[in-house]
């Protein structure tokens, strides 16, 4: 017998997992790029859809 067993799919994650905290949607405009210590950068992001700001720090490689 040759059964089959289908996975349920799993779902992908966002690239960042980052979604807006008030509308729950992932589109957002960069308001400005700021490099801070430590090799981190600071991107100030606005949501596209209800406007709200958040401010997101990331790592450059290197
Ligand atoms: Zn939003």
Not at 26 to 43: N, S
Request: charged share 30%; net charge positive; with cysteine.
């Amino acid at each position: 017998m040759n059964i089959r067993i289908s996975k349920p799919a799993e779902k992908l994650e966002e690239q960042r997992g980052l979604v807006c905290p008030g509308c729950g949607c992932a589109h957002f405009r960069v308001l400005y790029t700021r490099a801070a210590w430590g090799g981190r950068i600071i991107r100030r992001r606005e949501c596209r859809h209800c406007g709200r700001r958040i401010t997101t720090y990331e790592r450059s490689t290197g």
